[in-house]
Nanobody, 122 residues
Framework: QVQLVESGGGLVQPGGSLRLSCEAS????????MGWYRQAPGKERELVAA???????NDADSVKGRFTISRDNARNTVYLQMNSLKAEDTAVYYC????????????????WGQGTQVTVSS
């Protein structure tokens, strides 16, 4: 069983910074893509940023230049450094792992974390 556990959310003032972490645990052999999505009230879930196992990154236009995604393959952990936060960044942030291969299985599976709240407000 694979679990994604997020941490680092909270309340921050506009212009501030937060760092989110997500660790995937279980009998994991490899993870193709790890990323972050967010969902604000009344809106659909959207991609924030993603990174492949070999370091290719894809960022949403709305966060380019402010957010940086990084990954530690040895620890199956993905990070999201969020700077210059704006009120419109307020949302629940979800960790995502795509193409997860585990011991004893030939299939590749997608997993989601439980979400962590990020609130940007003065």
């Amino acid at each position: 069983q694979v679990q994604l556990v997020e941490s680092g959310g909270g309340l921050v003032q506009p212009g501030g910074s937060l760092r989110l972490s997500c660790e995937a645990s279980g009998s994991i052999l490899s993870i193709n893509v790890m990323g972050w999505y967010r969902q604000a009230p009344g809106k659909e879930r959207e991609l924030v940023a993603a990174v492949t196992s070999d370091g290719y990154r894809n960022d949403a236009d709305s966060v380019k230049g402010r957010f940086t995604i990084s990954r530690d393959n040895a620890r199956n952990t993905v990070y999201l450094q969020m700077n210059s936060l704006k009120a419109e960044d307020t949302a629940v942030y979800y960790c995502n792992a795509v193409g997860v291969k585990v011991v004893g299985s030939l299939s590749l599976t997608t997993y989601w974390g439980q979400g962590t709240q990020v609130t940007v407000s003065s």
